[in-house]
Every structure is written in C-alpha cells, then in structure tokens.
C-alpha cells in the first residue's frame, strides 16, 4: 500500500477551508465505494465530486474525489492525516493534493 499526502495551503486557518483532491486506489469487488464512502462520512468530509476508472493493472479502480473538510461548531477540524489512514485500509493507495 503506498501513500502519501501533499498541501500547499499557507496558513493554518485555510487548510480546513481549502478543496481538496484524492485519487484512491481499491480492489475491484462489490462495496468498495460504499466501504470509502463510510469513512468519508465518518470523517466529516463534503464530497464534492467522484468519478471512477479503471486502474491500468486491469485489476483495480481509481477513484478521483474532490472534496472540502468541515468541522461544525463543537467539533474539531478533520485531521487529514487521520483520513489518510482510514482510507488506506480500504485502499491500495491514496494521494491527498491540497489547494491552496
């Protein structure tokens, strides 16, 4: 499993408020969207955009998923290394790019 993650945010307040990009790697098998789709949720991410391909290897899917963070009043700010770690145990590989 590889991955990595990569912001570009200058200030520490923009780094929840800014879009991100994932593009995420699974196994080819039935649930798998729904398997990232609870940990997205679980995590309180807004999903702005997904689209599926096939992976090169012909034997998995890349997801490409645009996405904000949010935290609500009360919580704390999602912590995207804390989300990396959760997708990659669903995922062969995840990269988180951020904006900024």
Do not use: C, W
Request: hydrophobic fraction near 35%; avoid cysteine; aromatic fraction near 8%.
């Amino acid at each position: 499993i590889s991955v990595s993650f990569q912001a570009n945010s200058n200030s520490e307040a923009n780094k929840f408020n800014d879009p991100k990009s994932a593009i995420i790697t699974v196994e080819d098998r039935m649930g798998v969207l729904s398997d990232v789709s609870d940990i997205l949720r679980a995590n309180h991410i807004n999903l702005t955009k997904i689209k599926s391909r096939p992976a090169l290897d012909g034997k998995s899917y890349n997801f490409y998923i645009d996405f904000e963070l949010q935290s609500t009043k009360g919580e704390d700010p999602v912590d995207v290394e804390h989300l990396r770690k959760d997708l990659s145990k669903v995922a062969n590989s995840v990269l988180i790019f951020g904006h900024g």
